[in-house]
C-alpha cells in the first residue's frame, strides 16, 4: 500500500479535507472533499459561541458539550470513511494535519461569552479540535500547523524542493478541476508536510 495524509482546514461547522501521496517526486491529490460536522437545522449548531452568549453559564457549559460531542461524531465518521474508502484504493492514512490559528490559550468560557473577538477564536478552535479528537480516536497521528507557518514548515521538511512543490500545489488545480481555492492548496500542503514527517 502507498502512505497517504489528510490536511484539512476548518471552518464554521465545516471543513476542506484533502488527502496526499507521492509518487516519483509528484504530488497526488486522491481524494477531497467538503466535511460537514454540524447537524443541518440544529439552532446555534455551525455558530455555537454565538449561540452560548445569550446562555447562564451552566447552559453553555451543557450546549456546547452536545455541540462538541456531535461534532467529533460527524467528524469521525467522516475521517473513517476516507481512510476506508482510500484503503480500498490501496492506500494508507499515515497521520493528519489540522491548521491552526494563532494557537493562543483560550480563557475560561465566562471571559470567551463576554468578548466578541475570542467567541470568534473559540469557534474556530472548537471545530479544529473537534476533528483533531476525531483522527485521534481512530489511531491517526493529528499535527496541527499554524497556517502563519505552513510556508517556513514547507521549506524545513523539502528544503531546495519546497518551491517545487508549492508551485505543484498550486498549479494542481488545473487538472484538477474546482475546487481548488486556499482552502484545498493549504490543506493539500500540510498533508504534504506530515506525510513528508512520517516517512523521515
Known amino acids: 500500500m502507498k502512505a497517504a495524509a489528510i490536511g484539512i482546514r476548518m471552518h464554521s461547522g465545516w471543513g476542506a479535507l484533502v488527502a496526499v501521496s507521492t509518487s516519483a517526486g509528484s504530488v497526488e491529490v486522491i481524494e477531497r ?9 440544529t439552532p446555534g449548531a455551525n455558530q455555537p459561541y454565538h449561540f452560548a452568549e445569550n446562555l447562564e453559564l451552566p447552559e453553555a457549559e451543557k450546549f456546547l458539550g ?8 460527524l467528524a469521525s465518521a467522516a475521517v473513517r470513511d476516507v481512510v476506508s474508502e482510500l484503503r480500498g484504493r490501496q492506500y494508507r492514512v499515515v497521520g493528519s494535519a489540522v491548521l491552526l490559528a494563532s494557537g493562543r490559550p483560550l480563557p475560561p468560557l ?10 470568534h477564536a473559540a469557534e474556530g478552535e472548537f471545530f479544529r479540535e473537534a476533528f483533531s479528537e476525531a483522527c485521534e480516536g481512530l489511531g ?11 510556508d517556513e514548515c514547507v521549506l524545513t521538511t523539502f528544503g531546495k524542493a519546497a518551491a517545487q512543490m508549492q508551485r505543484q500545489i498550486s498549479t494542481l488545480g488545473r487538472f484538477l478541476g474546482p475546487p481548488w481555492t486556499k482552502d ?12 513528508a514527517n512520517q516517512r523521515k
Open 33 to 41: 472533499r467538503r466535511v460537514a460536522i454540524t447537524t443541518p437545522g
Open 66 to 73: 452536545s455541540c462538541f460531542a456531535t461534532s467529533k461524531r
Open 110 to 119: 465566562s471571559k470567551i461569552l463576554a468578548s466578541h473577538a475570542l467567541i
Open 140 to 150: 491517526l497521528a493529528v499535527t496541527g500547523l499554524r497556517e502563519r507557518d505552513l
Open 184 to 195: 484545498q492548496k493549504t490543506a493539500a500542503l500540510a498533508a504534504l508536510v506530515v506525510l
